[in-house]
């Protein structure tokens, strides 16, 4: 099975900081790569997918990148709706996993 | 609009089992491999099992590989998960999901399975 990890496991920031998250595959997934948003009580919600494809309806302040192993969320300018926490998944083989999660909370 | 609805958690006793059913609407239900993802209280998501648009390629994560089964009924619209040998690990909501590409795009409400005695 493919291990993902992400890193931190949680922050604090504030609105209009930029964060990055990053996670890591414990192999090689191609591109195969995506970041879903879970708030409290809801169901997960896709953000980007295939590494850096921005899903329909999602804000532009979230992109991904990387390759390979490494990839990284970034929200350019964060805003208090996205005070959540946020799990990469690689989609490349069987069990399809997820990251631990990184926790978004309010400084 | 594409939705997805989850039934048929409940409380069970360790060894029991438990059917949950998924019924979609909004989409064509054969063109999609669907997905359960489950979530333990207070931790993150787990990745369960898929089916593909027949049925006919389906794939368990290790923990639950020969307790559960995954299948669809494409005449109605509906996946289940079949849950046998219950254990107090297998504790979580459960949810349903419809592939995209390669990512899990439309989810469900989620149904909350608890496994205790």
């Known amino acids: 099975d493919i291990h993902m990890t992400q890193s931190p496991s949680s922050l604090s920031a504030s609105v209009g900081d930029r964060v990055t998250i990053t996670c890591r595959a414990s192999q090689s997934i191609s591109n195969y790569l995506n970041w879903y948003q879970q708030k409290p009580g809801k169901a997960p919600k896709v953000l980007i997918y295939a590494i850096s494809s921005l899903q329909s309806g999602v804000p532009s302040r979230f992109s991904g990148s990387g390759s390979g192993t490494d990839f990284t969320l970034t929200i350019s300018s964060l805003q208090p709706e996205d005070f959540a926490t946020y799990y990469c998944q690689q989609s490349y083989s069987t069990p399809c996993t997820f990251g631990p999660g990184t926790k978004v909370d309010i400084k | 609009e594409v939705q997805l609805v989850e039934s048929g958690g409940g409380l069970v006793q360790p060894g029991g089992s438990l059917r949950l059913s998924c019924v979609a609407s909004?989409?064509?239900?054969?063109?999609?491999?669907m997905t359960w993802v489950r979530q333990a209280p207070g931790k993150g998501l787990e990745w369960v099992a898929n089916?593909?648009?027949?049925?006919?390629?389906?794939y368990y994560v290790d923990s639950v590989r020969g307790r559960f089964t995954i299948s669809r009924d494409n005449a109605k619209n509906s996946m289940n998960l079949q849950m046998n040998s219950l254990r107090a690990d297998d504790t979580a909501v459960y949810y349903c999901?419809?592939?995209?590409?390669?990512?899990?795009?439309?989810w469900g409400q989620g149904t909350l399975v608890t496994v205790s005695s």
């Open positions: 089916i593909n648009q027949d049925g006919s390629e389906k």
């Open positions: 909004g989409f064509t239900f054969s063109d999609y491999w």
């Open positions: 999901a419809r592939d995209g590409r390669r990512e899990l795009v439309y």
